[in-house]
């Protein structure tokens, strides 16, 4: 105890609080009291984790992050105090090139609804000026533009965009991350090698239950499957697939599959007829590990599992 005491008596002369201007830049405006914030954060894992500074620079980039994501979660919650304080962005950039990385915390992530900007609705609005404010004049209706309905709305907002899925994070689910690039499709292709054990087929199976559930009354969309087997593993993965097919039989979704027996193929993508490719490093097989049953509320809702960590990207072909 007293030699690590000294240890960290002499850190605290040590400054490491600008180590990573060599490989990032702060890509946003932030305020002086933040930076130093996150600087200090920044310094002090340094000095316990690489007290002789040579830390590599993905070494550096994961404490930068981590101290940026601290100070943004006192600056959110200073803002819900006090909401005339200035609302910054968190990010950075590599030096050596490549995308300006924006920081979010897990809570923010997790829950986007509570996490954004609070509307102000000054105190001293009646409720009866409220429900004028809501009744447009002759002349403004007049030049309001045409409502697009919501669900119109969301798919002209859509973009090709990149997404990282935090590991061990909540909040996220089949219908959170595909269902808005899913709906219009009468065609879905899953390739994805690793369709073969139980958990991977209950994956499917809660892929096209997502499916099922935003096809319109009336509709019908072909789901095809192209995965792979292994004699030493895959007992059963014929029956459960066939249960799967039977199971969704007469319902929205015409579930198929087939075996794809080239040794190169990994890629895992979602692609369908409406003109969406969702390239995914982990498949479908996003969820850690839980504990199954009738009374688990994990087994209910994908919400409450944990996540592994996993990139998807949303592209246009």
Not at 32 to 50: A, H, N, P, V
Not at 150 to 174: C, D, F
Request: net charge negative; charged share 25%.
């Amino acid at each position: 105890m007293d030699y690590i005491a000294e240890v960290l008596k002499r850190l605290r002369d040590e400054d490491f609080t600008s180590s990573y201007n060599e490989h990032f830049e702060i890509a946003s405006e932030v305020s002086t009291r933040d930076q130093i914030g996150f600087e200090k954060t920044f310094s002090g894992m340094m000095k316990i984790l690489y007290p002789d500074g040579k830390a590599t620079p993905k070494e550096i980039e994961e404490l930068l992050y981590f101290a940026m994501e601290a100070r943004r979660r006192v600056r959110e919650h200073i803002l819900r105090i006090d909401d005339t304080f200035k609302r910054n962005d968190f990010s950075y950039r590599p030096l050596a090139g490549g995308v300006v990385v924006k920081v979010q915390t897990p809570e923010e992530i997790q829950y986007p609804t509570f996490a954004a900007p609070r509307r102000k609705i000054a105190e001293e609005d009646s409720s009866e000026s409220a429900a004028n404010d809501l009744v447009p004049s002759a002349n403004e209706a007049a030049q309001a533009p045409a409502v697009i309905p919501a669900e119109r709305a969301t798919e002209v907002a859509l973009q090709p965009e990149h997404i990282v899925v935090p590991e061990n994070s909540k909040g996220w689910s089949y219908r959170r991350l595909f269902a808005q690039h899913l709906k219009g499709a009468r065609k879905i292709t899953v390739s994805d090698p690793y369709v073969r054990l139980f958990f991977q087929v209950r994956n499917m199976m809660e892929f096209l239950e997502m499916v099922h559930e935003i096809t319109p009354e009336g509709d019908e969309v072909s789901v095809h499957l192209i995965t792979q087997s292994d004699p030493d593993t895959c007992v059963y993965q014929d029956e459960n697939l066939n249960q799967v097919v039977t199971a969704f039989t007469g319902s929205r979704v015409v579930f198929t599959w087939e075996l794809n027996h080239n040794p190169n193929f990994h890629a895992r993508s979602i692609v369908t007829d409406s003109g969406w490719k969702i390239s995914i490093d982990r498949g479908l097989d996003l969820f850690q590990k839980f504990e199954a049953g009738p009374f688990s509320i994990e087994q209910a809702i994908q919400e409450a599992r944990l996540t592994k960590g996993a990139e998807i990207t949303y592209l246009r072909i």
